[in-house]
């Protein structure tokens, strides 16, 4: 365990953003002391700090956005965000959707130029 922060430091602003359901985000407002980690945050607000809200796997947690370990020590206006795991590979979703809206309706071949070739 760090050692206790001293006592005439501010109360650190930290916001914690976790993804609960698909389009749906909850944001939590916390002042936590100097010296608080990933983990002290979620567990402020109530969030498993070893599973990600439903998912099996550990918590994917980031600061602003970058990748970061449960120990991590946060700064002041920090925004800690958990992450759930993804259902369906983007690459895959993105090959099934064009297969089935089929080749002359999506991307370069959805307009086609009058007279001019297929594909161009």
Do not use: H
Not at 56 to 70: E, F, K, Q
Not at 82 to 106: C, H, I, N, S
């Amino acid at each position: 365990m760090a050692e206790s922060p001293p006592r005439d430091q501010p109360p650190l602003q930290i916001v914690v953003a976790a993804c609960l359901a698909p389009r749906e985000v909850r944001e939590w407002v916390l002042e936590l002391p100097a010296g608080a980690t990933v983990r002290d945050a979620l567990q402020a607000c109530g969030l498993p700090a070893e599973d990600a809200p439903g998912a099996a796997g550990p918590a994917a947690v980031g600061i602003w956005g970058r990748a970061a370990g449960l120990d991590a020590e946060l700064v002041g206006q920090d925004r800690v965000e958990v992450y759930r795991a993804l259902k369906v590979d983007p690459k895959v979703a993105r090959r099934e959707r064009f297969a089935r809206q089929g080749a002359r309706t999506t991307g370069l071949f959805a307009r086609q130029r009058p007279g001019g070739k297929s594909g161009y």
